[in-house]
């Protein structure tokens, strides 16, 4: 099952038919048993007629966060971890991340208030101030207030290595700033976990040529969903929930950096495509 966030509601989409749902973002999916609530809502509710279920999918989602603070966890798959650890050699940094790596406690950040987060279709924006960029894919939770895993997104971690290469103390000016962070097309909601073989693929088109292009699986992961969850909910209260991404495991070569008008494309399976365009924030052109 899959909600939408759009202008006029939240639309439940499940094998090929739509439902409004006339409930505030925040209070739905913060709700126990989520994908057993949303069955009841399909089967005492008259689905949208053709016409305007198309009406509705052509219109842009918006990112399906209401109030909920972005977290991230990093470091949580071997790419990540020897990317780090190659940008931020000439600081003295990279032991650093081969000890979170191996360590107990995972490395958690804050990553973005809800509305520094772009949506499917939106754009997502690089620092003027940094010359090495990337997408970090990410499968995201959502977590409800309790700390249960309740629903799945595809998250965008933009990042500045070279911020964050130069020194490690500057990983939240590498990671936090207008439109760093992006969450779509849809909370994927499902009794059961994601499947441990759903892939996850990254493709980068400049001038719509591909210029980068990777996948792998989520079962790379090096820790599971509810050690990062335990963590992040052991001393902070998420009254709303609260949307974890859970890690990079897809790093384009050294040489590569995003320009402006790249085109990012994130899929991860049984969850979609989420879609963002590489801009740079008007105000400090
Ligand atoms: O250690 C810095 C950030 C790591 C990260 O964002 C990731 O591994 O995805
Ligand atoms: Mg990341």
Redo the contacts with the bound molecule.
């Keep these: 099952m899959k909600l939408y966030k759009i202008a006029k509601g939240i639309l439940l989409e499940h094998e090929g038919a739509a439902y409004i749902i006339d409930d505030s973002w925040d209070k739905l999916v913060n709700r126990d048993n989520l994908a057993a609530y949303l069955q009841s809502v399909i089967d005492d509710t008259t689905p949208l007629t053709a016409g305007v279920y198309q009406e509705f999918t052509n219109s842009r989602a918006l990112p399906p966060i209401g109030t909920q603070e972005v977290w ?1 966890a ?3 798959y071997l790419k ?1 971890r020897d990317a ?1 650890m190659e940008e931020s050699e000439s600081s003295g940094g990279a032991s650093l ?1 081969d000890k979170v790596y191996d360590a107990p406690r995972p ?1 958690l950040f804050f990553k973005a208030t809800h509305y520094r987060v772009s949506g499917h279709g939106g754009e997502v924006y690089i620092r003027k101030d940094s010359e090495w960029n990337v997408p ?1 894919p ?1 499968l995201t939770l959502y977590i409800n207030s309790k700390g249960n895993i309740q629903g799945y997104t595809i998250g965008n ?1 933009m ?1 500045s290595r070279s911020i ?1 290469g130069e020194n490690a103390l500057y ?1 939240p000016q590498a990671k936090i700033y207008e439109k760093s962070a992006a969450l779509g097309p849809c909370l994927y909601v499902s009794a059961e976990p994601l499947p441990a073989d759903s892939a996850i693929k990254l493709l980068i088109k400049r001038d719509g040529a591909a210029v980068y292009q990777d996948e792998t699986t989520i079962s790379r992961i090096k820790r599971s969903f509810t050690e990062l969850a335990g963590y992040l909910y052991a001393e902070c209260d998420f009254p709303q929930g609260c949307y974890l991404m859970t ?2 495991c897809l790093v384009p070569p050294p040489t590569f950096t995003l320009q402006v008008g790249d085109e990012v494309y994130i899929t991860i399976d049984h969850i979609g495509t989420m879609i963002n365009t590489i801009g740079i924030n008007p105000k400090h052109k």
Excluded: I, M
Aim: zero cysteines; a negative charge.
């Design positions: 991230a990093g470091v949580t990540s780090r991340y490395e970090e990410e971690d990042s964050e990983l890690g990079t």
